[in-house]
């Protein structure tokens, strides 16, 4: 059974209308801009599904795309910052490299 059936069952006066979800599209884009590219635009992808179907009466899809739209904004997020740690730490090791060879 699914969030929206578990949230619809047992309500005396009929079916209630659960909360739109977090379309989260304001964290694909900046994931997109400031981290991953690819992973970002999937978010973006995921994130713009989310108010169409909703309003479409599909209310556990939307849920689990706004759900997909965060896991895919955290993902771009952290593959983002390992890849600029890595970057950095490569960097520095070249640079160590370099003036250890001008000391020679």
Known sequence: MNNFQ????GNPYG???PQKPDNYLVWAILSTLL????FGIVAIV????????WYAGNH????QASNDAKKWSIISAVVGLV???LYVILYVILVAIGVG???M
């Open 46 to 53: 995921k994130s713009s599904k989310v108010d169409s179907l």
């Open 101 to 103: 060879a001008e000391l």
């Open 35 to 38: 981290c991953c590219l690819p």
């Open 6 to 9: 578990n949230q619809v069952q």
């Open 83 to 85: 890849g600029g740690l």
């Open 15 to 17: 079916p209630q209308m």
């Open 60 to 63: 556990s899809e939307a849920i």
